[in-house]
């Protein structure tokens, strides 16, 4: 009878849909363990080896879900260090372990305090220390090893991100504008996973552009996962907004708010979650405008989007930010129309050309200046 019962379980579960079996990992907890020190050896003297030290390396090209699968257990433990002997008085040293990480992970302690912020190729950090030999200082008895739970948190480096709610169009636009291939339709929420595409252009210069997951309102509190979606655009340099021309509406439940609406509450979302968001630069993609009746809609909203301040009194309590934020440019697009799309990926190379010029030092006499300040009176004198 218990076997029957187990066989018809069975039979009634089905496989999970491809699509929910995600690829994609941003967060893995890991158990790491520093070698024990080598005993040492009192009657001669004689020092333990250091136990070995295990340490991350931040490589290109990495994912989490290559790391996680080459760590099956989670578990990862450096060698002891050589006990000292009449042969070998000072014990050698314990074999570190290393482990290569993607470029742009946070590793946080139990604690969740910050250990250390990878975010260049072969920068290094060591997380579980070896411990120390056996000497005079310790009665020559070997010392434990750091054993410590570490968590890896991966935020996306990418030139642009794609910030806006559900259906708005972004994973059409990515699309058309890159090599990626994410799920579209015509429903909201078809990205569940941040993706990742390659603007290429003619001279060969290339622009990395992150599809981020539709946002919801209460993302900042981190209702519909908005910690796992927003933390991806900290690092990206340029903010791009995209919202539907018609306005948008969560769910029968929610009510329908209109374009200049939706912008609020995409500003509100950032500033609730880190204000220091509203001061990356940012553009604005009003999407859908080969639909009938997008041009009147525009017309009537476009001094306030132009001016969001404008339209900060009528806006609706729960969405208004207290700090607007400023698009240095407002496109109206189609994110069907190819040469739209071509205007879309011209503005964004000068934009971001405009953002690194800003951030450059281009006056020599400056640059003369600074080398000064740092060589003082002790370095050679500059002319």
């Known amino acids: 009878m218990v076997q029957l019962f187990s066989f018809l379980l069975k039979s009634t579960k089905s496989p999970a849909r491809a699509h929910f079996r995600s690829n994609f990992l941003d967060t893995l907890r890991l158990t790491l363990r520093g070698g024990h020190g080598g005993n040492g050896l009192p009657r001669y003297g004689g020092v333990g080896g250091q136990g070995g030290c295990v340490y991350f390396v931040a490589k290109e090209g990495l994912t989490l879900r290559k790391v996680a699968q080459g760590l099956r257990d989670k578990r990862v433990v450096a060698s002891s260090g050589e006990d000292s002997s009449k042969m070998s008085i000072f014990g050698r040293r314990g074999i ?62 990418a030139d642009v991100g794609l910030v806006g709610f559900p259906n708005a169009g972004k994973s059409t636009l990515l699309k058309a504008i890159s090599n990626a291939k994410p799920k579209i339709a015509a429903y909201p929420f078809t990205t569940i996973r941040p993706q990742i595409g390659t603007i290429e252009y003619s001279d060969l210069r290339s622009i990395s552009v992150a599809d981020l997951p539709g946002l919801i309102e209460g993302a900042h509190a981190n209702f519909g996962m908005g910690h796992k979606f927003l933390k991806h655009i900290e690092r990206t340099r340029l903010l791009l907004f995209m919202v539907d021309i018609f306005g948008f509406q969560l769910s029968p439940r929610h009510p329908h708010r209109d374009c200049l609406t939706n912008i609020y509450a995409l500003n509100k979302e950032l500033e609730l979650y880190d204000p220091t968001l509203l001061e990356k630069p940012c553009v604005l993609l ?35 930010p207290k700090r607007v934020l400023k698009f240095k440019h407002i496109l109206p697009i189609s994110a069907k129309n190819s040469a739209r799309i071509t205007q879309v990926k011209k503005q964004l190379r000068e934009t971001l050309d405009d953002v690194a010029a800003e951030h450059s030092v281009a006056d020599g006499e400056m640059i003369k200046e600074q080398l000064q300040q740092r060589v003082g009176v002790i370095g050679p004198k500059i002319t």
């Open 96 to 157: 570190d372990q290393r482990i290569e990480v993607p470029v742009g992970v946070q590793v946080y302690d139990e604690q969740h305090k910050l250990l250390a912020d990878l975010n260049e190729h072969d920068a290094t950090c060591i997380v579980a220390g070896g411990g120390t030999g056996g000497c005079a200082g310790n009665n020559f008895i070997g010392r434990p090893g750091d054993n410590r739970t570490v968590s890896l948190d991966l935020k996306l480096i």
């Open 286 to 320: 009003l999407n859908k405008m080969d639909k009938e009746g997008a041009k009147e809609i525009l017309t009537r909203l476009k001094p306030s989007i132009t001016n969001l301040d404008s339209g900060l009194a009528e806006c609706p309590e729960e969405v208004r």
